[in-house]
């Protein structure tokens, strides 16, 4: 009887040595979850948009829209001469702009009136009951009547950039927003807009809406205003196709 229960002790004892141990069906369960997790971890990364071919897309999108309306803000607006701090407006294809820009001259802040249109561009100042025609640079900036020429507004920007890299999402009035980074040259922004030194060149950050690819937001930093000190210029972009008429003044 010894002998007997001292095999079943030591057959008890086997069997508990070879027994699968109760956490490790936890432990792999864990790791399967914790693998899954660093699998989706990396997944945005590897299905994150094309910089470049972001830019085309936004370029066709703004190139095939009749009009658009734009909202212009910026920080950092000091220097000398006159220069554009803020405005809005709507733009019409091929070559027209109305709307209201504001400018700061001599420390004063003036809100023009303007209206541009088939290459004539008019404004009416304060206190102004006409509109004159005027030029442009009169102001510190170019022609809004430009903004949707595929050649030289906005969009040419979008394949002129020296550099181009994806940036982190972002959301905008709730609108998902595939941000691009972009290094553009001098010239061509001040032609569109302005610069105190042109032969610098200007960062920009694209925000393009995720599900229509229509360009939403641009912000430009550069030396817009001073050329030893950077500005920044916020352009927010809606109502592509809107029915805009633009008709010149009476």
Do not use: W
């Amino acid at each position: 009887m010894p002998i007997l229960a001292a095999a079943r002790s030591a057959g008890r004892t086997e069997d508990a040595a070879i027994a699968p141990h109760p956490v490790a069906p936890r432990v792999l369960a864990v790791a399967a979850v914790v693998a899954a997790l660093a699998g989706c971890g990396s997944q945005p990364q590897q299905n994150q948009p094309d910089a470049r071919a972001l830019l085309l897309q936004a370029k066709r999108i703004i190139d095939g829209a009749p009009s658009l309306h734009f909202t212009l803000s910026s920080s950092g607006a000091q220097g000398s001469g006159t220069v554009i701090s803020s405005g809005e407006g709507d733009a019409r294809r091929p070559d027209g702009f109305t709307g209201t820009l504001v400018v700061m001259q001599s420390g004063f802040t003036v809100r023009v009136g303007i209206v541009s249109l088939h290459g004539v561009f008019e404004v009416k100042l304060p206190l102004a009951t006409t509109y004159v025609a005027t030029d442009p640079s009169t102001y510190g900036f170019g022609d809004p009547a430009t903004l949707l020429d595929p050649d030289k507004g906005l969009s040419s920007l979008l394949v002129e950039a020296t550099s181009a890299a994806t940036a982190s999402r972002d959301r905008l009035r709730g609108e998902e927003l595939d941000e691009v980074d972009v290094t553009l040259p001098g010239a061509r922004v001040a032609a569109l807009l302005t610069s105190a030194d042109k032969s610098q060149p200007v960062k920009g950050r694209i925000g393009i809406a995720a599900s229509t690819r229509q360009i939403r937001r641009v912000v430009l930093t550069g030396p817009f205003f001073d050329a030893r000190r950077e500005s920044t210029y916020t352009l927010v972009l809606d109502s592509y196709g809107e029915n805009v008429t633009i008709t010149p003044p009476a």
